[in-house]
């Protein structure tokens, strides 16, 4: 499995017509972006991701993976997740704005929020911390109560990793291993034509206003629902709505229509386009049949308010549908990294 930032890039061979899944950076921040996004253009993320994916994968252990928000990995009778994610200083958070805890807190979420994606349980995560030479030790202790804090509330241990200290700035990678515990993995590939689609929370406007750094990754939601019905696909929305919808409409090989008005937008967010189109809400996007959806809509899960916002549909378009019965193509290039 590769991956940039977390996501999962599915090998073209192992699934003719699913889409490289590709995340990239839309808040940049500050000096480091430039070099970045020079960084970027040269080496053309979509092209080297696309050559590692042309890779054939020799492995009878590794059940799913490519193009999903975990490798799901057969370890003697049981399936086990891995999800690992990387966030860097000024692309993902300001250090110098959140401090080391939110940052280690933001990284453990992350990782949490693709267990969720499958339903699974979280067990036990493993840190990798590059930190940038002359940086106060105290930060570094911030981070690792920020990782270790959250950790703990969901069951998952900081059980090792590895430090460095060099030139660059902070970057925290952490791997999480899950468990599935009796449900079988929710992959972003089993939407059905019929299906209605639900989202957890609210959406939009989570950068902007921070709510990248407190939110809570939904692993109770995603237990809870697993164990009401059968869920056909699920993805977390890292991306933004339109986007992540893409992503499991193109790995399901499925269309969508949306009901602009079910959207749940958030107070903060810049109305429905942000709902749509920003990034970093975290919250689950669903697929299951159309009998169950209501009641999860009526009764939301774990306490968070779910929204049935759609159907899946034949062919592979998404569709926007306006109260008024207009109905168009669902454009939006989602959270864009690039600044
Ligand atoms: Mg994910």
Redesign the pocket.
Known sequence: MFCRA??YFPRPQARPGRPLTVRQCSHTIGAADSAAQSHSAIMREHDLINWICSHELDSSVVVAGPGD?CAVIVLGEEQVLVTVDQLLDGVHFDLARCGGQAAGRKAMARSL??IA?MAGEATAAVVSLAIPAGCDEGVGKDIYRGLRGLGEQFGCAVAGGDVAVWAGRLAISVTVVGRCAGVKPVLRSGARVGDAICVTGQLGGAWRHQRDLTFRPRLTEARQLAGRCEVHAM??L?DGLATDLRHMCDASGVGAELQADAIPVHPQSDGLKGALCDGEDYELLFAVSPAEAGAIAAEGLAGTMVSLIGTITEGREIVLADPDGKRGPLKCTGWEHTG
């Open positions: 977390g996501r928000d929020s693709d994606a993805i977390d890292s």
